[in-house]
T-cell receptor, first 121, second 111 residues
Framework: DAGVIQSPRHEVTEMGQEVTLRCKPI?????LFWYRQTMMRGLELLIY????????DSGMPEDRFSAKMPNASFSTLKIQPSEPRDSAVYFC???????????????????FGPGTRLTVL | TQLLEQSPQFLSIQEGENLTVYCNSS?????LQWYRQEPGEGPVLLVT?????EVKKLKRLTFQFGDARKDSSLHITAAQPGDTGLYLC???????????FGSGTRLLVRP
């Protein structure tokens, strides 16, 4: 299996530009998560999709951030307009089931992608 | 303020030494996971613990979930350079459908 695929791996853009990050979850997985990781704030959950439906987007920093999952094999995270404080590593992760009924159970595995390192100048 | 505090933040030890990493909170979690992350990569799951007081062993790694499900520890016996990385604990809160990550412990094992 190819694992979770993210693109691009690195993105450098200027403040005010639109940025789109892409994620392909593992085939057959029902749930997808977007995270952001910075030195200051650590790893934070941004949004959680289950069967392509957003379950919790309370972690999305503000209206400049939006996420979509048009089908089971593709998701995007868009930042418009981007700001320097958005610079971070963005991870996508998927699980084969759902955590809506009690969260992770013994044996559950969340698979992370390699991340996209975003730099906003 | 971090909901899950990890200690220590940094740890540099010699190969062969033992170490313990702690993950503490005032909140109750229905389950807790431990991950290891290497530079330039995503976190990789090590274990999930779901029962208060549960102890799990993974080769030289021993994980324990506190009785009250508010804290956890990771003990490594005879650390090796390959154990070097960022260790993250993460707790699931049923009330918010969120996996909350700890602040992380950066471990360096010197040969």
């Amino acid at each position: 299996d190819a694992g979770v695929i993210q693109s691009p791996r690195h993105e450098v853009t200027e403040m005010g530009q639109e940025v789109t990050l892409r994620c392909k979850p593992i085939s057959g997985h029902n749930s997808l998560f977007w995270y952001r990781q910075t030195m200051m704030r650590g790893l934070e959950l941004l949004i959680y999709f289950n069967n392509n439906v957003p379950i919790d987007d309370s972690g999305m920093p503000e209206d400049r951030f939006s996420a979509k999952m048009p089908n089971a094999s593709f998701s995007t995270l868009k930042i418009q307009p981007s700001e320097p404080r958005d610079s971070a590593v963005y991870f996508c992760a998927s699980i084969p089931s759902s955590w809506l009924a009690g969260g992770p159970r013994s044996g559950d595995t969340q698979y992370f992608g390699p991340g996209t390192r975003l730099t906003v100048l | 303020t971090q909901l899950l505090e990890q200690s220590p933040q940094f740890l540099s030890i010699q190969e062969g030494e033992n170490l313990t990493v702690y993950c503490n909170s005032s909140s109750v979690f229905s389950s807790l996971q431990w991950y290891r992350q290497e530079p330039g990569e995503g976190p990789v799951l090590l274990v999930t613990v779901v029962t208060g007081g549960e102890v799990k062993k993974l080769k030289r790694l021993t994980f324990q979930f506190g009785d009250a499900r508010k804290d956890s520890s990771l003990h490594i016996t005879a650390a090796q350079p390959g154990d070097t990385g960022l260790y993250l604990c993460a707790g699931w809160m049923d009330s918010s459908y969120k996996l909350i990550f700890g602040s992380g412990t950066r471990l360096l094992v010197r040969p």
